[in-house]
């Protein structure tokens, strides 16, 4: 009886360990299956959320202008602004917008509060080593703006000896001054333009999409640019890494809009000519 016992201890036992290990098998077995699904999910790009929600999500200043401002009824509109909302257009999606300050937007990205921005970001090598781009839709450069009626200045070099009105603090002063350019300070496109019309200055040196809206705006047809840089930079929507579908589903929109003529219209809307291409 003694021995029976003891086997019948030894068999229960048996049991219950077997039934502990299948247990944890089966629980193993349901954090596996678990893993798979969660997998699955994280799988999903940011195309693919995008497309199924309807909505890209676009950084973006608004307090920009030409390029992302609020207009006098209030909308948000401007270059930028425009262009990704074609682009979203044509994706079958509707852009909203973020409105984030400039210091806080490759933030508001890396933390993916929005999709993409749409704010003149230039492209460089330091952002290409932590974003990705869209083909560019804007190029610009340094100019040369004269007076009308001026026809001595037509390069860079016609800027030895001139007085050139400039932002002390600005890229384009140490361009003018790399050129031989005695310079006016002031302190910004307006004013140099006025000193420009009142024979204080002979020149200013500016950027291209700067000037353009200007006369845009202003109706100006006192002044004109008489000469460009060869070298000019590019802005290009801006993504995060790892998100190479959406990147060429935009490429794709961008380069439609530049074949049917789209792209330019918008831009000969902003600025009077073609700013889209180089």
Known sequence: MKKLSVW??????AAVLAA????????????DNNNASSGSEESTSLYDQIMEEG???????????????HNDEGKLTGYDVEVIREVADRMGVEAEFEETQWDSMFAGLNAERFDVIANQVGIDEDRQENYDFSNPYTYSSAVVVVPA??????????????????????????????NGAELVSVEGLAQSIE????????????DKLAVLDYINQQGDESIKIAAEEEDSSKSAFTFNKGNEELVE???KQLEAMRE??????????WFGEDVSSQ
């Open 149 to 178: 009626e001026n026809n001595d200045i037509t390069s860079f070099e016609d800027l030895e000896g001139k007085q050139s009105a400039q932002s002390l603090t600005s890229n384009f002063g140490a361009i003018a001054e790399e």
């Open 55 to 69: 909505v890209i999500t676009v950084g973006t200043e608004g307090t920009y202008a030409p390029f992302t401002f």
């Open 195 to 206: 000193l420009i019309k009142q024979g204080r200055a002979d020149v200013t040196v500016n």
């Open 260 to 269: 049917d003529g789209t792209l330019e219209e918008i831009s000969k809307e």
């Open 8 to 13: 019948l201890v030894l068999i229960s036992l």
């Open 249 to 251: 589903a935009v490429n």
């Open 20 to 31: 502990c290990g299948s247990n944890e098998e089966g629980d193993s077995g349901s954090e």
